[in-house]
């Protein structure tokens, strides 16, 4: 009963997902917003790659996307102290401010 | 149901919802708003895992995803007390550029993936390697090496994170017993 979807339709949904993120990370000037704009990407590319896994029916691709969650994990760990200390030394998030820095 | 099966069904509104939600992640104002849209998003994102037999991953994604990441998020955007006033906005020339720039993207896309080959996926119970024993079973074999590689960058983003948050109160208690 349950039929096949054509592998071209997760690669065209992951595009989609991951271009939202671009636009997103283009767009807003809240870092948070950017962060989580980051996470749409790495979730583009996730699903892309359990779909190949399930597509070539092999284990590997999905322990990457285990690793992957790991990394991200990480990286908003880290980013996001980051950014409380530049919230609590501009009082504000805007990265347009941190342009500051090349002065 | 018009000659579309049931997961062409589900698929067709999960990937529906999934850009929705994606969509008002990066056009709501209020930050707190846009972090559950984001939420959503990845409920479907883990449905769509659930349809391809990836049942191990769908729970971890949902758990360390919408359970641990976006609460972090949520909590910081709190901690700010951020809100739609507070929001500072790009110039409209930059936000129409950005929209351009990816529907130009977006197109490109499109086309070089278009080639690419009308194949079947393999589902419907005929896959077992997403349940946990088989992953288990790979996981420890042959990516044994980057299993461990993963706890010690877990460990330093730890440590890491707990130092670039404390320096700075350091130094601020300094300079208050100095004044």
């Known amino acids: ?103 | 149901m018009l000659g579309y099966t049931i997961t062409q069904w589900l698929f067709g509104i999960l990937s529906f919802l999934a850009i929705m939600f994606a969509l008002m992640v990066v056009f709501t104002r209020n930050p707190v708003n846009s972090v559950l849209y984001l939420v959503l998003t990845f409920f479907c994102i883990a449905g769509h895992y659930l349809l391809l037999n990836a049942q191990f991953l769908a729970v971890v994604h949902i758990v360390v995803y919408a359970g641990a990441i976006m609460v972090l998020f949520l909590f910081i955007i709190m901690l700010m007390n951020l809100n739609a006033d507070t929001e500072p906005r790009k110039h409209i020339g930059t936000r129409f550029i950005a929209g351009m720039v990816g529907g130009i993207l977006l197109f490109v896309m499109v086309g070089a993936l278009r080639g690419a080959e009308q194949l079947q996926l393999v589902q419907g119970g005929a896959s077992q390697i997403g349940l946990v024993k088989n992953l288990g079973k790979v996981l420890f074999s042959e990516f044994l090496f980057p299993f461990e590689i993963a706890s010690i960058l877990l460990l330093a983003a730890l440590v890491g994170a707990i130092m670039i948050g404390k320096r700075d109160t350091n130094i601020n208690s300094k300079e208050n017993t100095n004044s």
Do not use: W
């Open chain 1, 1 to 103: 009963m349950l039929n096949g979807i054509p592998i071209n339709f997760y690669i065209m949904l992951s595009a989609v997902l991951f271009i939202i993120g671009v636009v997103g990370v283009m767009a807003r000037r809240n870092a948070i917003i950017i962060f989580m704009c980051i996470e749409l990407m790495l979730n583009a590319v996730n699903l892309l790659l359990v779909a190949f896994s399930t597509l070539h029916n092999d284990a590997s691709g999905q322990v990457f996307v285990f690793f992957i969650m790991a990394v991200a994990a990480a990286e908003v760990a880290v980013g996001l102290a980051i950014l409380s200390m530049v919230y609590r030394n501009f009082k504000s998030i805007d990265i347009d401010l941190l342009s500051r820095l090349k002065n």
